[in-house]
Every structure is written in structure tokens, then in C-alpha cells.
């Protein structure tokens, strides 16, 4: 019968007889798990060598006696004899040194589990009637691919003294444009304290002991300030739960992720961040403006449209060979075209306002630098929505007909 078990090698000596294909393969799993390696053979491929010449492997250049596994406490043969590989199995079985056979037909104490993981767990697949690479790896796929999305139980039932915090950029809102990390993390989440935008649709995946706090901000209304949020973060990780912070687009682009990590380590609690898609990229791709384009547009600003322009935003909306995308700036889009005007940007540079972007809602109002004021009045553009400036908003420019000013896609 075959038992599965969680070996931890860290530092510990595995031998491998043989020095092929196979051999090399399994060698870099055993030093992922943080294994010392030693490899006996008279001969090695180009990619063993290379690890020796490095000091990242032992290679002994010379055939296998029964003592060089004295002290092993596991080994691994695969050199294409089935006598020398036998041999190495009654050597190690001699010495109670687990061993895996990876020869033609032959037999060894131990096999390597097909494996994938998602966070700290570790999930291995063997067969018990024989070894069935193939269909072991066919059913640790099956299996991934459930934990990418999301779909396992991973939260842990056993809490640590101290938990941890997540900050996770959700992207522009659908749910299938979160990343694989993403939805790991919140597969595994205790708590997730999240914003208005982004991938809400999520939360309604999540288990209902789940703690879901909103900390949503809404232009002029920002009803859980920074620091109690920051707050919020630390207490429930110090109560040793697992805690995502879900953002939309990523932490770092206008998300204050920054001032999360400082409060978190400040604290002494574990801090990760996993990036997302930003809006400022995502939201015009979805209106068929390229950030950036071959010939047309090859540096990209973006700004916080709320604040006033700065040297270098006007600047760049002067240049023609750059485009400015600005967030979080409909309300203040008077003063920011006013000055980018004044500072001698063209009126005909084109324009697009992107509103509600991948929703439903979505909508573009194409217009100009001189004509932006008075075109987001006449069809009342509201947030969210980006702002982007730079020939690459010509309507032209990647779709195949004129666009009328307003478009709607839903």
C-alpha cells in the first residue's frame, strides 16, 4: 500500500544515481524544497554540469558504491541499467532511506507525487496501483485549475498567532480579470476588507463566515478615513485571521497601498502585495485606445486628475509623441484642460472620456482639448471614469470608421 506524506528536506542530504534527463528534472524540485544534492555519475547532462560547476549540486564524476548513501536520508536512481538502479533500492532499503526508482520496470520505496500548490498548501497526486505519471499529472491539473479559481476550500481552520494581510489589485471589475494569485488569496481570506470599484462580484463567491467590511470611497465622501482603515487591516491580522484588502486596479497606481504596507510593518504583521490590472491601462483598452502606439504615442504620464497639472503633465500634453491619462478627474476637468491650454496645449489635441469602463455602462465621449469642457457638460459624464489625452484618443486611430462623440456599449 502507498501512504502519502509531507517530507520536509530542508538541508537534508538526497543522493541521485544517475545524471540524465529524468535526473535533472527531478533535481530541481529537490532543491525548490531545499534539499542538499549529490549526484553520482560518471557522466552528466549539460544542465547537471552546470549546477555542479556552480556549487549548487555535488557531482561525484564516477559510478555508485553502497556507502555513498550512509549519509543520505533519501536518493533517487534513474540511470538506465535496471541492475545498477536495483542495487541502489537494496542499498538504500539496507539503510531505511526512503528511495524512489525512476528506472524502466523496476521498484523503489518511495515515488514523486505529481504536485501543485496554491499559497501554503501542497497538494500531491500518486497512484496506488502502479506509477501513472500521465494520469497523476492529468488529475493535479484538474485540480489547479479549481484552485485558480478560486473554487477550493482553502481557508485555514487552525489560526497562527499572528495573520497576515493581502493587498490585492482586483483590475477594472470583472471578475475573470483577476489573477490566479488573486483568487487564491481569496479563496483563503478570513476577512476581506474591500473598496466600492473592482471585482466586487467576488464577494458573493466567498463563504458566509467570511467577514466583508466595505470601506468603499465615493467622490467627497469618504466614510472610512485612511487610518481607520489601516487600523481595520492590523486588528484582524493580529487576531492571527487572514486578511485581503481588495482594491480596484492595483494598490500602487492612486490606491494608497503604500501607506497600507508601511501601518502593517509598522505593526509587525505580514504583508503582501499582489499587483492588478490599472484602469489607467485597462479602462481605455476597453474603449479601443491604445495607451501607447508605434509611430503615435511612445511615453505615457498618469495623473491624479484632482490635483493641479504639473510642469511635467503639461508638458507632456504640449508633446505630441506622449498621452496623459488622468484619474479620479471629472469633477476637476475645468481646471485641469483650462491650464493645459494655457500652457500652450493644441485645442484639436483629441480626447476620450471613458465612463464606466468594462461594465455594462461603459460609454465614450470622444472630443478635443478644447471642446472637453463643454462636450463632458452636454452629456453629463459622471464618475468613474478615465480621462485620456493624446492622439492615441484619435477615433481613427485603431477603429475602422468615424465614431460619432458619444458611444455606448451597453
Not at 542495487?87 to 532511506?97: E, L, M, N, P
Not at 480579470?177 to 464577494?203: F, I, K, N
Not at 455602462?361 to 463632458?376: E, F, H, K
Not at 452636454?378 to 486611430?397: C, Q, S, T
Request: aromatic share 2%; with cysteine; glycine share 12%.
Amino acid at each position: 500500500m502507498i501512504a502519502l506524506a509531507g517530507l520536509d528536506l530542508t538541508d537534508k542530504l538526497v543522493v541521485c544515481v544517475g545524471a540524465g534527463s529524468v535526473t535533472e528534472r527531478r533535481i530541481s524540485r529537490l532543491r525548490a524544497a531545499g534539499a542538499r544534492v549529490r549526484v553520482i555519475a560518471p557522466d552528466a547532462t549539460d544542465g547537471i554540469a552546470a549546477l555542479a560547476a556552480a556549487g549548487e549540486v555535488e557531482w561525484l564524476a564516477r559510478t555508485f558504491v553502497d556507502g555513498d548513501l550512509d549519509e543520505a536520508w533519501f536518493c533517487h536512481t534513474a540511470t538506465g541499467h535496471a541492475a545498477i538502479d536495483a542495487r541502489v533500492v537494496s542499498a538504500a532499503d539496507a539503510r531505511r532511506v526512503w528511495c524512489i526508482n525512476a528506472g524502466h520496470g523496476g521498484k523503489g520505496t518511495a515515488r514523486l507525487a505529481a504536485e501543485t500548490r496554491s499559497g501554503d498548501v501542497m497538494i500531491g497526486v500518486v497512484s496506488t496501483a502502479g506509477a501513472d505519471p500521465r494520469r497523476s499529472a492529468a488529475v493535479r491539473d484538474a485540480i489547479a485549475d479549481r484552485l485558480a479559481e478560486g473554487a477550493l476550500p482553502l481557508r485555514r481552520r487552525r489560526r497562527p498567532l499572528v495573520g497576515s494581510v493581502a493587498l490585492v489589485g482586483g483590475g477594472p471589475g470583472p471578475v475573470d480579470l483577476l489573477t490566479v494569485r488573486a483568487r487564491a488569496l481569496l479563496a483563503e481570506a478570513d476577512v476581506v476588507v474591500h473598496d466600492r470599484l473592482g471585482p466586487t462580484g467576488v464577494l458573493a463567491e466567498l463563504g458566509d463566515d467570511v467577514e466583508l467590511i466595505d470601506v468603499g470611497k465615493r467622490p467627497h465622501h469618504h466614510p472610512v478615513p485612511q487610518d481607520e482603515i489601516n487600523a481595520l487591516l492590523i486588528d484582524r491580522a493580529a487576531r492571527g485571521l487572514r486578511v485581503v484588502r481588495l482594491k480596484g486596479g492595483d494598490p500602487f497606481v492612486y490606491g494608497r497601498g503604500g501607506e497600507e504596507v508601511l501601518a502593517c510593518r509598522a505593526a509587525g504583521i505580514p504583508v503582501e502585495v499582489v499587483p492588478g490590472i490599472s484602469s489607467a491601462i485597462a479602462v481605455p483598452q476597453a474603449a479601443g485606445v491604445p495607451v501607447t502606439h508605434r509611430g503615435v504615442a511612445g511615453t505615457l504620464h498618469i495623473v491624479n486628475g484632482q490635483e493641479a497639472p504639473t510642469a511635467a503633465t503639461l508638458a507632456a500634453l504640449r508633446d505630441d509623441t506622449a498621452t496623459v491619462v488622468a484619474l479620479m478627474g471629472v469633477s476637476a476637468l475645468p481646471r485641469f484642460a483650462g491650464a493645459a491650454l494655457a500652457a500652450g496645449a493644441p485645442t484639436d489635441r483629441p480626447v476620450a472620456f471613458v465612463e464606466n469602463g468594462h461594465t455594462p455602462a461603459q460609454r465614450t465621449i470622444r472630443t478635443t482639448l478644447g471642446s472637453a469642457v463643454a462636450d463632458a457638460e452636454a452629456h453629463g459624464l459622471a464618475n468613474p471614469a478615465v480621462l485620456v489625452f493624446g492622439e492615441v484618443a484619435r477615433p481613427e486611430l485603431l477603429l475602422p470608421v468615424a465614431v460619432p462623440h458619444a458611444e455606448g456599449t451597453g
